[in-house]
């Protein structure tokens, strides 16, 4: 009797094992199945906020590509334009491949500059992903006028959204109903405190170009020009590109 008791509870004793070893395989299955579906989920968030997100930047590049420049931004009255300054220029075919270049000018509109220009298609840049601006120099000299923003505009959403729209315009070469500036060379870019002193009188944008020719050019160095703003605005980017084309620059024919 003693044996079969023995017997029964060994057997009671597996089948209690056995009853949980199942158990804690439904337990991981339904654990598997909702990390599964939870990852799933945020997945189909990702996606459907990066969709979104997308389809919302489509949506406010065509408004952009649709409305006039001297629209886009606030008018040229109301951005404060300080009066058009200009300088004799220097440093044209001077290359200097590596190590910081001291500018006399905050930003730059002419000097030495990097061998290679910036590439021709990108017209936005952010603090993140800006290049070097001996590098955009290097644009300066090849006809494009910069369009500078500080941290108080990058830190504005609209203003900001102001001038990616403005530099929007100038994407693939679109027609942009005056041939001064219909070239496409324009770039809007940061100016940060580590790359000089702010902006005069409490700007916040800075229009720049290397002319070749003008009342202040020096022979075979042209000057900078620069209009200082404190709202971004597409009108006084049409006013400027109007008075500084890219046709008038030390090269041109460069893009």
């Not at 990390?35 to 590049?61: F, H, K, N, P, Y």
């Not at 800075?206 to 620069?226: K, N, P, V, Y």
Request: proline share 6%; glycine share 8%; net charge negative.
């Amino acid at each position: 009797m003693a044996k079969k008791d023995k017997n029964a509870e060994r057997d009671e004793r597996r089948a209690r094992i056995e009853r949980m070893r199942r158990d804690q395989q439904r337990a991981e299955r339904r654990r598997t199945l909702l990390v599964v579906a939870v990852c799933v989920v945020i997945a189909l968030v990702i996606v459907s906020l990066t969709g979104w997100q997308l389809w919302q930047d489509r949506e406010a590049d065509q408004e952009a590509q649709g409305t006039p420049l001297d629209e886009l931004g606030v008018s040229a009255d109301a951005a404060g334009c300080a009066d058009l300054l200009t300088e004799p220029g220097d440093g044209s075919a001077e290359h200097i491949a590596e190590g910081a270049i001291e500018y006399a000018n905050a930003p730059p509109a002419f000097g030495a500059h990097r061998p290679a220009p910036v590439e021709f298609g990108r017209k936005f840049y952010e603090i993140a992903d800006r290049p070097e601006v001996e590098q955009l120099v290097h644009n300066l000299e090849h006809g494009y006028t910069i369009l500078w923003y500080d941290q108080t505009v990058a830190d504005d959403a609209d203003e900001l959204a102001a001038v990616e729209d403005i530099a929007t315009k100038f994407e693939g070469n679109a027609d942009l109903g005056t041939p001064e500036y219909d070239a496409g060379k324009f770039i809007a870019a940061p100016w940060t405190s580590d790359d000089g002193e702010p902006f005069p009188d409490g700007a916040h944008v800075a229009l720049t170009h290397w002319a070749a020719e003008g009342d202040d050019a020096a022979e075979g160095q042209g000057m900078g020009a620069w209009s200082y703003c404190d709202q971004p605005s597409g009108e006084a980017v049409a006013d400027f590109m109007a008075e500084f084309p890219p046709t008038n620059a030390m090269e041109p024919g460069a893009l």
